[in-house]
């Protein structure tokens, strides 16, 4: 069973950057891919970015060159995210799949908001 929780969530004024983590515990192997979505109030979870077990990162067109995903290892994920925008606040949910497996884990989520 793998468990994943995120932290650095917070208040941050239009413009300003905030990173967020996710750290993952428990047996994760093969093949995986982990990522970062979020959901506005009223709306549908979305994807922000994600990040494969080879390193190859994918982007939201909404967020591309101001938020970069990476990680450490399996273990630790971060989001960093520069430049934001009212529109950016959401709840932001850390995921990982191991397609092998088959399996799909979130966290519990952090959220970011974005006003002045």
């Known amino acids: 069973q793998v468990q994943l929780v995120e932290s650095g969530g917070g208040l941050v004024q239009p413009g300003g950057s905030l990173r967020v983590s996710c750290a993952a515990s428990?047996?994760?192997?093969?093949?995986?891919?982990m990522g970062w979505y979020r959901q506005a109030p009223g709306k549908q979870r979305e994807l922000v970015a994600v990040i494969t077990s080879g390193g190859s990162t994918n982007y939201a067109d909404s967020v591309k060159g101001r938020f970069t995903i990476s990680r450490d290892n399996a273990k630790k994920m971060y989001l960093q995210m520069n430049s934001l925008k009212p529109e950016d606040t959401a709840v932001y949910y850390c995921?990982?799949?191991?397609?092998?497996?088959?399996?799909?884990?979130w966290g519990q989520g952090t959220q970011v908001t974005v006003s002045s």
């Open positions: 428990g047996s994760i192997f093969g093949i995986y891919i």
């Open positions: 995921n990982l799949k191991m397609v092998g497996a088959g399996t799909d884990y």
